[in-house]
T-cell receptor, first 115, second 110 residues
């Protein structure tokens, strides 16, 4: 619908598991983002990639590891997560990260539960 | 003080009512302002940008008050389908970084 897809939509994992979230955008955008949305909290920016280069790491713990192989794909690799990492993880894209007026288009999110 | 602050609500209004939300921001150097809408268990979607002169899109009117550092969203003739959480979003420095408020929940009842 929005041109940004995410898989899986739901994920339950144990603290010792390793999993990856995938995001793909079909909009021809150059910038991609990972956000975390916890219950009753505002969206928190985690990572930004522009033209495949990471331009922002918003003090995210190393148990979250992003990967951007090309401008259309973005991954978030997860390992040894904590229960407090349970949240909705949203991917977004925009034309270019340089303009404050660029609209960011969000994917449907992956709802992650860490047991 | 939070960078972007909103009343969480919920605002519970009957169909056809007019409802208004305010949002305050802390950084006077903020450049761009937006309202996003987020339905339950869905992703945020841009509702409208907010311009200095104010702007209107159908039943929705957004206004910016730089002196008092707040933006507002007015919804006229509320529909059941307007029930959602409305996110106030501020761009601080004309870069990519958007600061989101926690959202204001609107419930429109029949």
């Amino acid at each position: 619908e929005t041109g940004v897809t995410q898989t899986p939509r739901h994920l339950v994992m144990g603290m010792t598991n390793k999993k990856s979230l995938k995001c793909e955008q079909h909009l021809g955008h150059n910038a991609m983002y990972w956000y975390k949305q916890s219950a009753k909290k505002p969206l928190e920016l985690m990572f930004v990639y522009n033209f495949k280069e990471q331009t922002e790491n918003n003090s995210v713990p190393s148990r979250f590891s992003p990967e951007c192989p090309n401008s259309s794909h973005l991954f978030l690799h997860l390992h040894t997560l904590q229960p407090e990492d349970s949240a909705l993880y949203l991917c977004a894209s925009s034309q270019d990260r340089g303009s404050g007026t660029d609209t960011q288009y969000f994917g449907p999110g992956t709802r992650l539960t860490v047991l | 003080r939070k960078e972007v602050e909103q009343d969480p609500g919920p605002f519970n209004v009957p169909e056809g009512a007019t409802v208004a939300f305010n949002c305050t921001y802390s950084n006077s150097a903020s450049q761009s302002f937006f309202w996003y809408r987020q339905d339950c268990r869905k992703e945020p979607k841009l509702l409208m940008s907010v311009y200095s002169s104010g702007n209107e899109d159908g039943r929705f009117t957004a206004q910016l008050n730089r002196a008092s550092q707040y933006i507002s969203l007015l919804i006229r003739d509320s529909k059941l389908s307007d029930s959602a959480t409305y996110l106030c979003v501020v761009n601080m420095d004309s870069s990519y970084k958007l600061i989101f408020g926690s959202g204001t929940r609107l419930l429109v009842r029949p």
